[in-house]
């Protein structure tokens, strides 16, 4: 079973009380994801989150990993908005490179992240095929994509898209990852942070989650 770990204390206050239950799950999920790439991926190969926001993705990771690898991993958050990466940069301004970056088009070259991580991002945008095919470029060959998507549509205004059934995400997914992609509906290991007693009352059964692997 993993580590308890205190999941709100990565989450600067003011974005706490102002999207007290999206923070929550977005945490559940990154705690998720952290032990998935401690677990898989190589302690020095970098790692990028597209749809960063304020950073705290980001330093769930760095907080994880430090006490597993020598190196610190390298870890790169990205997001189109320039107010969230001024936050994250004052946030978080160790061990994390922060950048301004549409998921349409991300300012890397290819092959260079072994993971790439995307927790409620496809959704904002209309040409999620055109980001999805972007964040497969920048992994290396063999490298691990970790997203989640809602499943059931949203009263959020800058959701530009919406992926109801598993066969809308599977015609986003097979065009760019093949047969290389997992499809699911929950992560059974984020009932091992019951750190609040909110998290409860928190369904994360609403959201798809995908593992995909670069061929």
């Not at 991002?121 to 998507?149: D, K």
Request: one cysteine or more; charged letters at 25%; aromatic letters at 10%.
């Amino acid at each position: 079973m993993p580590e308890r770990v205190e999941i709100l204390e990565y989450v600067p206050e003011e974005d706490l009380v102002k999207h007290r239950g999206i923070d929550l799950h977005h945490l559940r999920r990154y705690h998720y994801a952290a032990d998935r790439i401690r677990g898989l991926v190589p302690g020095s190969a970098p790692v990028l989150d597209v749809a960063c926001g304020v950073g705290y993705g980001c330093e769930i990771y760095r907080c994880k990993h430090a006490d597993v690898h020598r190196n610190q991993r390298p870890l790169v958050g990205a997001d189109i908005s320039e107010g969230a990466i001024v936050k994250a940069r004052a946030h978080f301004p160790q061990g994390i490179c922060f950048c301004l970056a549409d998921m349409r088009k991300l300012c890397f070259p290819c092959g260079c992240f072994a993971t790439v991580t995307c927790f409620e991002g496809l959704e904002h945008v209309q040409e999620s095929e055109l980001a999805l095919v972007e964040m497969y470029r920048v992994l290396l060959p063999g490298g691990l994509f970790i997203a989640s998507i809602p499943r059931e549509a949203s009263t959020n205004v800058w959701h530009r898209r919406c992926f109801p059934t598993e066969e809308s995400i599977r015609q986003l997914m097979h065009p760019v990852f093949g047969s290389n992609y997992t499809i699911g509906t929950q992560m059974c290991e984020l009932r091992a942070y019951p750190d609040r007693d909110c998290l409860d009352t928190l369904d994360p059964f609403d959201y798809w989650v995908i593992h995909g692997r670069r061929a």
